[in-house]
Nanobody, 125 residues
Framework: QVQLVESGGGSVQAGDSLTLSCAPS????????AGWFRRAPGKEREFVAA????????YYAASVKGRFTISRDNGKNTVYLQMNGLKPEDSAVYYC??????????????????WGQGTQVTVSS
């Protein structure tokens, strides 16, 4: 069982930046692909970004492409989501997800096996 722990959320102004981090508790991310999802109040959970085990392949939702960057440092056993140019509509609880697989880039929540508890991001105008 892999437990994921997110950090880095907070309250910022529109146009600001935040970096979220995700690390597994008690084991490594070895051979796992990862993704970020978010859920805003009253809305469905939506895909944000995904990254392969090597970090060589990434995939983004159209709403964040060009503003957000997913990356990973396997030496530090951590996946990141760098968020620039934040907008009020980016406000949500952000979740890290993972699944075994070297080069998996899934955009559907059901494709991931493990999830974190979420971290709140609030962007005010």
């Amino acid at each position: 069982q892999v437990q994921l722990v997110e950090s880095g959320g907070g309250s910022v102004q529109a146009g600001d930046s935040l970096t979220l981090s995700c690390a597994p508790s008690g084991r490594t991310f070895s051979s796992y692909s990862a993704g970020w999802f978010r859920r805003a109040p009253g809305k469905e959970r939506e895909f944000v970004a995904a990254i392969s085990w090597t970090g060589g392949n990434t995939y983004y939702a159209a709403s964040v492409k060009g503003r957000f960057t997913i990356s990973r440092d396997n030496g530090k056993n951590t996946v990141y989501l760098q968020m620039n140019g934040l907008k009020p509509e980016d406000s949500a609880v952000y979740y890290c997800a993972a699944r075994p697989g070297w080069n998996f880039l899934g955009a559907e929540a059901r494709q991931y096996d493990y999830w974190g508890q979420g971290t709140q991001v609030t962007v005010s105008s």
